[in-house]
């Protein structure tokens, strides 16, 4: 249970009680807080008060909140590499091989349940599977991911990536050389016919999605690439590249693979390098990123010294 006191003083004398809470913190929204007070959770100098009472100079004003359920998830004591971190948000560098939710199958081990050891409490808005998460990679995509710890900064966030204002930048290696030196793929996005594990460039039934790319490095079989995704539909990046025939490097669902005495990448080789967003309390805008990991470096490094 966490408990909040505050003092009225003069200037806040006559305001409604939920009007004060919600200009007396940071954390949880006015008609959160409405909620909180219809459950009982606030106090006036010791008395249960409706949202609407008005208050008083001297009024003793205490909020008690208890803090979110998440249900069966076990709290991991597991390394996370903090990219940021303060009061409302924080972004990590997520590693490839990490999902980042519980799901059937993956129980333990998740970004989830290494947040629940390193935060004391985390925004429950995501749901009691997902607490404080905002966004997500898959499982095998490495790079930046963002988590709110309460809910104003919860509702901030994916506000943004809700009105695209947040912007991303990702690399990524694929198969064959890309000609072009930049484009637009701007394909609808839709759940494979047969396949339900699957997703695929449509024109029926699909989600608009737009992706735009930029050549950085062509290396014999394959291209180094970067990638700057407008919307955040399911596999997006890895169905868009494989629309116009040139799916990640490893990536074993879209057709990555490849044979032959190459080097072989054992995931596919996709990087959430950086994330611009406004910080979600003060409106500062911050730029988070991820170096590339050493396993697509060291590939690129490879057919970089084979070249010369």
């Known amino acids: 249970m966490r408990r909040f006191?505050?003092?009225?003083?003069?200037?806040?004398?006559?305001?409604?009680?939920?009007?004060f809470l919600s200009e007396s913190q940071s954390e949880f929204s006015r008609s959160h807080l409405k909620k909180l007070i219809e459950q009982g959770h606030a106090s006036v100098n010791d008395s249960l008060a409706q949202a609407k009472y008005k208050l008083k100079a001297g009024d003793r004003v205490i909020l008690s909140v208890l803090p979110p359920i998440v249900s069966g998830i076990e709290a991991e004591s597991?390394?996370?590499?903090?990219?940021?971190?303060?009061?409302?948000?924080?972004?990590?560098?997520?590693?490839?091989?990490?999902v980042v939710h519980p799901a059937p199958g993956h129980a333990k081990g998740t970004l989830v349940n290494a947040l629940l050891s390193h935060c004391s409490d985390?925004?429950?808005?995501?749901?009691?599977?997902?607490?404080?998460?905002?966004?997500?990679?898959?499982?095998?995509?490495?790079?930046?991911?963002?988590?709110?710890?309460?809910?104003?900064?919860?509702?901030?966030?994916?506000?943004?990536f809700k009105n695209r204002k947040v912007k991303k930048i990702y690399l990524a290696l694929v198969r064959g050389l890309v000609k072009s030196a930049s484009g637009i793929i701007d394909t609808s996005i839709?759940?494979?016919?047969?396949?339900?594990?699957?997703?695929?460039?449509?024109?029926?039934?699909g989600r608009q999605a737009e992706t735009r790319y930029k050549v950085l490095e062509t290396l014999g079989h394959f291209t180094y690439i970067q990638l700057f995704p407008k919307t955040g539909r399911t596999h997006q990046i890895r169905v868009h590249l494989a629309s116009i025939h040139h799916p990640i490097l490893g990536d074993k669902l879209y057709g990555g693979i490849i044979n032959g005495s190459y080097l072989k990448m054992h995931r596919q080789a996709l990087h959430a390098h950086k994330i611009e967003i406004e910080h979600p309390i003060n409106k500062v805008p911050l730029v988070f990123e991820a170096p590339?990991?050493?396993?697509?470096?060291?590939?690129?490094?490879?057919?970089?010294?084979?070249?010369n």
């Open 78 to 98: 597991i390394p996370l590499k903090i990219i940021y971190e303060d009061d409302a948000m924080l972004a990590v560098n997520k590693p490839a091989g990490m």
């Open 122 to 160: 985390l925004s429950g808005i995501g749901g009691v599977e997902r607490p404080g998460i905002v966004h997500r990679l898959d499982k095998d995509t490495s790079g930046v991911v963002l988590i709110a710890k309460n809910e104003i900064a919860h509702r901030a966030i994916a506000e943004q």
């Open 190 to 205: 839709g759940r494979h016919k047969t396949n339900r594990k699957k997703m695929t460039a449509t024109t029926e039934h």
């Open 5 to 19: 006191e505050f003092l009225v003083n003069s200037k806040h004398q006559a305001l409604r009680l939920d009007v």
């Open 292 to 307: 590339l990991p050493p396993d697509i470096n060291n590939y690129l490094m490879k057919y970089r010294q084979n070249q």
